[in-house]
């Protein structure tokens, strides 16, 4: 059981870990260093890929981990937890952002080049900010969604 404890626990710190590095490391810094706001934007867009898979694997990892710690430890598997629900929402949001807004946000940078020479009142551009508008509600959200299965995977780890 253990070591069901730890892939559970390694997986959300994992996760969380990410987001909190992303959000507060790797952003502002690509655009404080980088010398062109595009470049920065290339590996922000890279490495918020990257962080999506690891919140991918790490979801699947913590759910199949839960559910078999439930099951061996009550008898039931409690697939309605809160904890599962919790990490069902935040695989998700972490998917709708992966294969839906970043794929857009990543062809109308292709399609455009700079983002920033395109004039602001142009619909692709207008598409683009709103794109990344809600890429980063959606990563805030799951940011706030792990905060919360933290808490109660501790709770239940008593």
Same mark, same amino acid.
């Given at each position: 059981?253990?070591?069901?404890?730890?892939?559970?626990?390694?997986?959300?710190? %994992?996760?969380?870990?990410?987001?909190?590095?992303?959000?507060?490391?790797?952003?502002?810094?690509?655009?404080?260093?980088?010398?062109?706001?595009?470049?920065?934007?290339?590996? #922000?867009?890279?490495?918020?890929?990257?962080?999506?898979?690891?919140?991918?694997?790490?979801?699947?990892?913590?759910?199949?981990?839960?559910?078999?710690?439930?099951?061996?430890?009550?008898?039931?598997?409690?697939?309605?937890?809160?904890?599962?629900?919790?990490?069902?929402?935040?695989? #998700?949001?972490? %998917?709708?952002? +992966?294969?839906?807004?970043?794929?857009?946000?990543?062809?109308?940078?292709?399609?455009?080049?700079?983002?920033?020479?395109?004039? #602001?009142?142009?619909? +692709?551009?207008?598409?683009?900010?709103?794109?990344?508008?809600?890429?980063?509600?959606?990563?805030?959200?799951?940011?706030?969604?792990?905060?919360? #299965?933290?808490?109660?995977?501790? +709770? +239940?780890?008593?």
């Amino acid at each position: 059981m253990a070591i069901l404890r730890y892939l559970m626990l390694l997986s959300l710190v %994992c996760w969380l870990g990410g987001l909190i590095f992303f959000s507060f490391v790797v952003a502002p810094t690509a655009f404080a260093v980088l010398p062109t706001r595009h470049m920065a934007g290339a590996v #922000v867009a890279r490495s918020l890929g990257a962080l999506h898979w690891i919140g991918i694997i790490s979801g699947i990892v913590f759910l199949i981990t839960s559910l078999i710690y439930a099951r061996m430890n009550t008898g039931n598997a409690h697939p309605l937890a809160a904890r599962h629900i919790l990490i069902f929402f935040m695989l #998700v949001l972490t %998917c709708v952002s +992966q294969f839906g807004i970043s794929s857009k946000m990543h062809a109308i940078r292709t399609a455009v080049g700079e983002i920033d020479n395109v004039p #602001v009142d142009n619909p +692709q551009r207008i598409e683009f900010s709103a794109l990344h508008v809600w890429s980063t509600r959606l990563e805030g959200s799951v940011f706030l969604l792990a905060l919360i #299965v933290a808490y109660l995977t501790s +709770q +239940q780890m008593k």
